[in-house]
């Protein structure tokens, strides 16, 4: 513990000193400022720096079938997510983002700690990343509409790995591409069989009045190669993080799986709504070749009249701006209500992982850009097992 804690205020006190460096020497030559995070920039634009995290404190309290009884965690307290990072440009072309989170037990792990290259074309990286997969796993967990991510997202999106990525776009479509390893929270990888290949490609035939008017499709492929000798696992919890998985197919052999990924959202004023389909087909003679899939339908209307914000170079949601951010001149922030039904089956052949379909509602309260409080309720039935139900309290700040 005491490791830990002599890391973060080892982190602290280096974001103190790279904030006070501009400001003591070479005035003239940088700016500081605050923009939903700390910036250093130099005036020609060759160099920056940006530095800040997010810390998310969660309450879980949930009630289940005796059936489901050792699969729950119970009722508590964690903090889900408390991270450090560091971005910035070299010399115009080059950038890197290092980021690090010392939520959970055990040492600080990797989440997102790259180098890249850009050009006209778009950002060649290298390091360790989000394959490009998914647009609800694309989308920060800063700006979910839900604490958590749903079903056939958590099962089936690969999430972050060590490798080789190439994205870009335009106004209205972006692109990405990459190969990579397999790897543990270091970003480490110790079999080469491993290898992922994926790509993504989203684009949006209606953008209107600045994003207020929006509809965005995308499609995305990744391949999972295990070769001989491999094996495979899928497994899902009920979009509670404080509880075990009531969906698991265990590993079993497989030499490979494919999977496939159609996606659609819109924003029409102050309503939005977003879904996806996911298919993972499953090279395993052993078990039968077995295919699953799942799939997802959200929606959410904002009360106080702001519409969810999009970010067209990462095809994915972006930060949340109140119209009036609470306690500035009687401003009461923003207040979303959200919806949404997701479902996976992860039995087929001879592979018996289980059925799952939850229903979820939330309300979101953004008291400021960085700020936000997020109440969920999930109920999650498995099938010919039990329900579970959970009520979920989220505390969020990004700096």
Not at 32 to 40: D, F, L
Not at 122 to 140: M, V
Not at 379 to 390: P, T, Y
Request: aromatic share 14%.
């Amino acid at each position: 513990m005491r490791t830990r804690v002599h890391r973060v205020a080892a982190a602290a006190c280096a974001c103190a000193a790279l904030a006070l460096a501009p400001t003591a020497s070479a005035q003239d030559d940088w700016s500081v400022k605050w923009s939903n995070g700390h910036q250093i920039s130099s005036k020609d634009k060759q160099f920056s720096l940006k530095f800040g995290g997010r810390i998310q404190a969660d309450y879980t309290f949930v009630s289940e079938d005796p059936e489901l009884t050792g699969d729950v965690e119970g009722d508590g307290f964690e903090f889900r997510r408390a991270r450090v990072f560091f971005e910035g440009t070299i010399y115009e072309r080059v950038k890197f983002k290092a980021q690090y989170d010392f939520a959970g037990a055990g040492d600080p792990t990797f989440k997102d700690v790259w180098i890249g290259i850009t050009s006209d074309a778009g950002l060649l990286q290298f390091g360790h990343f989000k394959e490009p997969f998914s647009l609800e796993e694309l989308t920060s967990s800063k700006y979910l509409a839900f604490l958590e991510r749903s079903l056939p997202v958590e099962a089936f999106a690969p999430s972050r790995n060590a490798g080789v990525g190439f994205s870009g776009g335009s106004d209205s479509v972006n692109y990405g591409v990459g190969a990579f390893y397999d790897t543990d929270d270091f970003g480490v990888s110790t079999n080469e069989d491993n290898v992922n290949v994926t790509g993504r490609v989203a684009f949006r035939p209606v953008w209107e009045e600045d994003g207020a008017r929006m509809v965005h499709l995308g499609i995305a492929a990744h391949n999972r190669d295990r070769g001989d000798g491999g094996s495979l696992r899928f497994r899902a919890r009920p979009e509670a993080h404080f509880s075990g998985r009531f969906v698991d197919t265990g590993n079993f052999p497989a030499e490979s799986a494919t999977i496939l990924g159609g996606e659609v959202a819109g924003v029409f004023g102050p309503f939005w709504f977003a879904g996806e389909y996911i298919t993972a087909d499953v090279d395993a003679p052993v078990v039968g070749d077995p295919s699953f899939d799942g799939a997802y339908v959200q929606a959410g209307y904002y009360i106080t009249g702001e519409h969810r914000r999009y970010k067209g170079s990462s095809g994915a949601f972006d930060r949340q701006k109140p119209r009036n951010n609470f306690g500035s001149d009687g401003g009461s922030g923003a207040w979303e209500v959200v919806g949404r039904y997701s479902t996976i089956d992860l039995t087929d052949a001879r592979v018996d992982g289980g059925e799952q379909d939850d229903i979820s509602v939330g309300l979101n309260w953004y008291l400021n850009p960085a700020t936000r409080m997020m109440l969920n309720y999930v109920m999650a039935d498995v099938d010919r097992v039990g329900e579970a139900d959970f009520i979920l309290l989220r505390w969020q700040v990004d700096f």
